[in-house]
């Protein structure tokens, strides 16, 4: 197995989880950590890893790849200093903040021959991919409308909630119907110091997006909803952790929850609308996936990007991105 040499730059609440994950994979090597301060964090990074400043990996020849585990505000610049020292990117989640910077490191990339992952861990879990697939076999006839929620108490930070954690919702959204064929509206509910921190997103077919009927291809006849109507609920005002999903289709509703046991469930149910306002039968078929060690999933999926057996998430990267700049 090829092994590539990586350096991460950031190492908070979320470059401590990826670190964890990075050194158990066969395919890499974590060989330094960078800091603003790096004596602060020697003696709590792994035994025989390198603490040092930003710069220091971005000029070390040895490394193939560069983790940007920084706020999001700091995403660019190195990340635009690494493209520019011949360095893959795995970047925190979303890209960058605004169209203007990813479209530059996508355009850096390409020219380089290099590759930019961005870490949107919903796209990897096994229950949502399996939602995924259930919508695109038909499992649940025509898909006009969905609900999503992600609601917590904190963290607090100097991000609305729509970039924090909408991103999240943006990213899956993709995998459903593209972001292009899309409009988006904002509800902003609470702000704190001009950031809001509980909204809801709105979105609805984009004026002349053809209709989800149309969207079956005539080579295929797996499912895509061309544009649904939907709602996206986000908070870090709420007491309770929520990551939960519902599609709702013509013969019946997929249900994801993150917090259950068996996380995700398809409904079918049946009507006599003349007789009665209460379904006449209805089967719930539950499925069973490990939601929790997602992260594994989204490492690999890097290793397998950078070795050309999984599709780049660049161009989905830089539609949330393009979304998220009309909510910031």
Known sequence: MKQYKVGMIGYGYWGKILLRYFRKHPGFNVKSIATRHPDRIKSDIPAGTIACLPDEIINDEEIDAVIIATPIGTHFEPAKKALDNGKHLFMEKPLTLNPEEAEQLARIARK???????DYIFTFSPAILKMISLIEEGAVGKVTGSSFHVRQLGHF???????????????????ITPLNKLEFTRSDILSHDGFVET?????RPAVGASSPDESRSKKSSTYKPDGIT??????????????NMAI?????TIVYDMM??????ILHYGFDREKTRDPIEKKITYF???????????????????TG????????????TEILQKFR
Do not use: A, W
Request: hydrophobic content about 40%; proline content about 3%.
């Open 112 to 118: 380089n021959g290099l590759h930019i992952f961005t």
């Open 157 to 175: 930070s100097k991000n609305n909630v729509y970039v924090d954690l909408g991103c999240h919702i943006l990213s899956v959204l993709d995998l």
């Open 199 to 203: 909204g809801v997103i709105g979105f």
């Open 230 to 243: 939907g709602i996206i609920c986000l908070s870090f005002n709420h007491p309770i952790k929520e990551r």
């Open 248 to 252: 709702y289709g013509d013969l019946g």
């Open 260 to 265: 259950q046991e068996k996380p995700l469930q």
């Open 288 to 306: 069973d996936f490990d939601e929790f060690n997602t992260v594994k999933e989204v490492v690999d999926g890097f290793y397998r990007d950078l």
């Open 309 to 320: 057996k999984f599709p780049s998430n660049l161009d989905m990267s830089m539609r949330v």
